[in-house]
């Protein structure tokens, strides 16, 4: 059995989904991962499927074909996964809105070898000033080697210049 891992965008419309998961398993794909969302009139999603080593080839060409239909595929062979060296942490991170806030946090998480496993990201009104809020939630996958406590104080000291609150916790 191949992985692919495909990247999806297309202007938002009921089915998309539908039409990705035909054309998979009418190929002998089996779906096993997705996250996916709606973001200001575009689908994006990312998935990993399954296939017969036989279907490879004929299930790469529909998921082209799907260009077609205004649907974008971007096809990766799924990687082989290093054995475990690293712990999940969660971030919860809250604080004022401003440019840089990610590219900020993201350097600083590379600089300590943490990769980012999954982010969620988001602005809303504050609750009293109605002020632009950032948060992030993040999945982080930290280096065996570094302690939670480095970990927390490098971001705190971090924290404390951009200005938001931001709580670490391991995963449950």
Not at 26 to 50: C, K, P, T, Y
Not at 115 to 141: G, I, K, Q, R
């Amino acid at each position: 059995m191949n992985h692919l891992v495909l990247t999806v965008i297309a202007p938002d419309q009921p089915g998309l989904v539908e039409k990705l998961a035909q054309c998979i398993a009418g190929h002998g794909g089996n779906w096993l991962e997705s996250r996916m969302a709606r973001m200001d009139g575009q689908f994006a999603g990312i998935l990993r499927v399954g296939v017969p080593a036989e279907a490879y080839d004929e299930l790469v060409e529909a998921l082209h074909a799907l260009s077609a239909q205004n649907i974008r595929v971007l096809l990766a062979e799924s990687g082989i996964q290093a054995s475990c060296s690293w712990k999940p942490i969660l971030l919860d991170l809250v604080g004022n809105d401003r440019p840089g806030i990610v590219r900020d946090i993201t350097r600083l998480l590379a600089d300590l070898g943490v990769n980012l496993e999954n982010l969620a990201t988001s602005v809303a009104p504050a609750p009293m000033s109605s002020e632009p809020l950032f948060h992030a939630e993040a999945v982080l996958a930290v280096p065996l080697n570094l302690s939670l406590e480095v970990l927390q104080g490098k971001l705190e000291a971090l924290a404390d210049d951009l200005m938001v609150e931001l709580r670490l916790r391991t995963e449950a």
